[in-house]
């Protein structure tokens, strides 16, 4: 057999195309739908509480001071299994239960992809490559500021500048703790042997 022969017998595969370097890998998608149910477990009581405090600036401003817990369902199957799309999967999933179990109905699987890209689309310009504070930081700086100046006006309530500030401050803050609860359990789920890492 020539050399030449030998080249064209050789048959290369991409690492990112390996099974199970991918989110759709059965091992990554079970872990993600996992988090996902746990999420939702957050989402549901969050849900109900954010409608009865969120008629007032000081309510909304206490529901800010919640944002870390609402991060935390759409950060953790991320950080957990680091792979591109983990996030948007489990907010899909987290939407299709809170149809049923929150009062958004239908519009809580939109609000709930909108919560996933709000963190999926800053690692995403990153390419993926800072599954760090960095990534995580940026990604929670998105997510609560997004969400803590743009409350009221979804709600309809009329407050001050000084109190909209506060409100994107406060949601900024819970969304950096969210983070580092995250993280916290990230680790003990990977001590514990739960999580895929990147092959």
Known sequence: MTAG?????QIHT???????NSVLHTRTLMTVAA???VGAVVVIPLSYVSITLAVSPVGIMAVCSLMGLWLLPFMLPGAL????GAIMIA???????????TPSGVSSI??????GALVEIPLALLFYKHWNWLGYGLAASTFGLFNGLLYSSMLQIQVTTPE???MGTIALLSSLVGVAITLVVVRSLRRAGIGVRNH
């Open 5 to 9: 022969e030998n080249d064209t017998l």
């Open 14 to 20: 991409a690492r990112a195309d390996r099974p199970g």
């Open 35 to 37: 988090c996902a149910v």
């Open 81 to 84: 299994t680091q792979k591109p």
């Open 91 to 101: 907010a899909l999933i987290i939407g299709i239960i809170g149809t049923f179990t």
């Open 110 to 115: 939109l609000g709930n992809l909108i919560g």
């Open 164 to 166: 909209l500030l506060l």
